[in-house]
């Protein structure tokens, strides 16, 4: 009797489209701007000082909130991250002269922008010198002070990247040292032979891949929230009237961040030709996240979900993106070069442009640690300041305005880390090789655009 042939199977053919109605029709990053809107209104009618004065309640209670929607964010990144470098790098093939490639090339493009980054923030702060007229408290604070025993080495950041424990990496959300144990698993795991280990291992990272990309969608439908009570947090603690104190500051960073997007990554896209008005729809939604949270954590799987969306592969996305907050912080790094100098202009230190250019290469080592440490922009400049003998009672001056820089400077920092893998696709010649896999994603994201008013 010949044995019957196994039944065909058939995939289930999706459902049909159903255009969205009333609420559903707007989208998560609408949502999100119009809480955005919400929070600046709640932080500035319930400010701590109220409460302060006459007791009661204020937008500040509303940390808990944006606390948890940092929390569910922290915890995906590392499977997120491990997974896709895992398959990226490991599910291409023994190739690992194009890894080699891509790492040399995005080092190159990492250390270029990051330098034309203090050449802004440097050009800028000694033409406005927002410094000037500004006075320093005498004492600097223990708080303060003990930021500047906690700046890292060059020598030591080189150590930080290597994890002696992959779990401890993982607890602390150590990013470059996941990266770094990551790259080496994967390049182990490419030079298996063929075989059923090989498969299951690249089929089980692809599998939790792809859950932790819906997972980012579900994050994603409580992002409105958690984002409209940090926003209502930062109005509420530092109040829009800190703005009047140290607008010169404030808007000189701001402006230079603007000259740099248009100066330097501008023509950066248009040099790699880079389709201008699509990345501009890619990073909007990831830009108001790191925005309004001031974390690039809190961005970096929507980004890298927006940018495989956009047509850059998966395992240039997946290298790129968290290589690149550590390396490639440009908004950081222009704040530091711009806070540093506007330190010496408030004491009325005269300091000339090469002891400026030396602070500035400084930086520039020691801003590569700069995601490894808590309050880490704050950390870094500390310890700029007291090797040039500069007064650390500076940064409690910036202090007051540092929350509304942060937001700035993290935003830029998305930018650019999006534009790098948009970059790094191009100069490799595969930006949109994989058309099927980028409509896949658009369409995911289409998707959970929607599913913030309906949770």
Same mark, same amino acid.
């Given at each position: ?24 029709? #707007?989208?998560?990053?609408? &949502? ?24 009661? &309640? ?40 194009? #890894? ?5 090339? @995005? !080092? ?53 990247? #290597? ?19 990551? !790259? ?73 961040? !603007? ?16 389709? /201008? ?14 925005? @309004? ?39 950081? $790094? ?5 806070? @540093? ?36 922009? /704050? #950390? ?40 790098? $893998?948009?970059?790094?696709?191009? &100069?490799?010649?595969?930006?949109? $090789? ?22």
């Amino acid at each position: 009797m010949a044995a019957s042939s196994p039944p065909h199977y058939t995939p289930l053919a999706p459902p049909p489209a159903v255009k969205p109605r009333g609420l559903r029709r #707007v989208t998560l990053t609408q &949502w999100i701007m119009l809480s955005l809107v919400v929070g600046v209104i709640v932080g500035a009618l319930f400010p701590d000082a109220q409460r302060a004065q006459h007791g009661g &309640w204020s937008a500040s209670d509303l940390r808990v909130l944006a606390t948890v929607f940092i929390r569910m964010i922290k915890s995906l990144i590392v499977p997120l991250i491990a997974s896709t470098l895992i398959v990226g790098i490991a599910g291409h093939g023994d190739d690992m002269k194009k #890894v080699g490639r891509l790492a040399f090339r @995005s !080092i190159v493009y990492f250390e270029i922008v990051t330098t034309l980054a203090l050449v802004v923030g440097l050009t800028a702060v000694n033409l406005v010198r927002p410094g000037e007229g500004v006075t320093l408290p005498t004492e600097a604070g223990s708080d303060i002070t003990s930021l500047a025993t906690k700046t890292p080495t060059f020598s030591g950041v080189i150590e930080h990247t #290597v994890p002696q424990s992959f779990f401890e990496a993982a607890s602390a959300n150590e990013v470059l040292q996941i990266v770094f144990f990551t !790259i080496l698993f994967a390049v182990a795991l490419a030079k298996l032979p063929a075989g059923r280990p090989k498969t299951f291992m690249l089929e089980l990272c692809e599998s939790v891949s792809q859950i932790m990309f819906k997972f980012v969608g579900l994050v994603m439908a409580y992002a409105p929230i958690g984002i409209g009570a940090a926003i209502a947090v930062t109005v509420a603690k530092s109040g829009l009237g800190v703005l009047l104190n140290l607008a010169q500051l404030v808007g000189t960073l701001y402006g230079a961040l !603007i000259v740099f997007l248009l100066g330097v990554l501008l023509p950066v896209a248009l040099v790699f030709r880079i389709p /201008l008005s699509r990345f501009v729809r890619a990073v909007r939604e990831p830009f108001l996240i790191a925005f @309004s949270t001031a974390s690039s954590e809190a961005a970096l799987p929507r980004a890298m979900q927006a940018m495989e969306a956009f047509g850059v592969p998966k395992r240039i996305v997946a290298f790129v993106m968290p290589t690149g907050y550590s390396f490639n912080l440009d908004g950081s $790094t222009l704040y530091l070069a711009l806070a @540093s100098v506007f330190v010496a202009q408030a004491a009325h230190i005269d300091m000339p442009l090469g002891t400026q250019i030396l602070m500035m290469l400084t930086l520039m080592l020691t801003s590569k640690g700069v995601a490894a440490v808590p309050r880490a922009s /704050l #950390v870094i400049l500390s310890g700029a300041l007291t090797q040039f003998n500069l007064p650390l009672a500076g940064i409690a001056v910036i202090l007051g305005v540092d929350a509304l820089m942060d937001m700035a400077r993290t935003s830029v920092n998305l930018v650019g880390n999006c534009l790098a $893998t948009a970059v790094m696709a191009r &100069w490799e010649g595969e930006l949109g $090789t994989d058309p099927a896999h980028a409509v896949e994603r658009a369409a995911e994201i289409e998707r959970q655009e929607h599913m913030a008013p309906t949770m």
